[in-house]
């Protein structure tokens, strides 16, 4: 049975960093490519940032390029969101997503992880 377990949430003052970390149960990982998103209060679902299996490449949401930073360690089935210059507007629900490799949707979710940023 797969399972995406988010931790690292919390609250954190405007400037400053928290670490997101996603596990995942199961033995799909290393094959899989993965993502984050977050769903700010009152919003839609957005897309944060994605990597690939490999870690050979990564994207970005426009509103988090170079100040997250997205990675993953395969032999420990778990995937990272460092969040460095926090903004009030990053405040939200994180969620890890793991993308279908031959659909290339993501099939497979977090409960979340509620990250507010304080001004």
């Known amino acids: 049975q797969v399972q995406l377990i988010e931790s690292g949430g919390g609250l954190v003052q405007v400037g400053g960093s928290l670490l997101l970390t996603c596990a995942m149960t199961?033995?799909?990982?290393?094959?899989?490519?993965m993502g984050w998103f977050r769903q700010a209060p009152g919003k839609e679902r957005e897309f944060v940032a994605s990597i690939t299996w490999s870690a050979f490449l990564t994207d970005y949401a426009a509103s988090v390029k170079g100040r997250f930073t997205i990675s993953r360690d395969n032999a420990r089935n778990t995937v990272y969101l460092q969040m460095n210059s926090l903004l009030p507007e990053d405040t939200g629900v994180y969620f890890c997503?793991?993308?279908?490799?031959?659909?290339?949707?993501?099939?497979?979710w977090g409960q979340g992880t509620h990250v507010t940023v304080s001004s």
């Open positions: 997503a793991a993308r279908h490799p031959v659909k290339l949707e993501y099939d497979y």
């Open positions: 199961g033995r799909i990982f290393s094959t899989r490519a």
